[in-house]
Nanobody
Framework: QVQLVETGGGLVQPGGSLKLSCAASGFTFSMYIMKWYRQPPGKEREMVAVISSSGGNTNYADSVKGRFTISRDNAKNTVYLQMNSLKPEDTALYFC?????????WGQGTQVTVSS
């Protein structure tokens, strides 16, 4: 069955870094656009970053441009989110998403908390 498993979250101080991973299985990963979303406490889910199926194109929310980098390894069926210069407002539950219309898959999320 389809699985997306996010790992790498945790507690980090402001200015620190984390790298999230999302391991995919049960579908042809290399054919899917991959996205990272986040949902801060009490707020709506928002898209953070997106990467094309080949990895050749990426896009980011304005709030994370220059700090976050999305990448993928199609041989390992894994997408990553490198997060640098973290701020308290980056605190959220982070989800990965696989999209290839009409298929749309979600992971369970990994918590990122930025606090001193």
């Amino acid at each position: 069955q389809v699985q997306l498993v996010e790992t790498g979250g945790g507690l980090v101080q402001p200015g620190g870094s984390l790298k999230l991973s999302c391991a995919a299985s049960g579908f042809t990963f290399s054919m899917y656009i991959m996205k990272w979303y986040r949902q801060p406490p009490g707020k709506e889910r928002e898209m953070v970053a997106v990467i094309s199926s080949s990895g050749g194109n990426t896009n980011y929310a304005d709030s994370v441009k220059g700090r976050f980098t999305i990448s993928r390894d199609n041989a390992k069926n894994t997408v990553y989110l490198q997060m640098n210069s973290l701020k308290p407002e980056d605190t959220a539950l982070y989800f990965c998403n696989a999209y290839n219309y009409p298929r749309d898959y979600w992971g369970q999320g990994t918590q990122v908390t930025v606090s001193s």
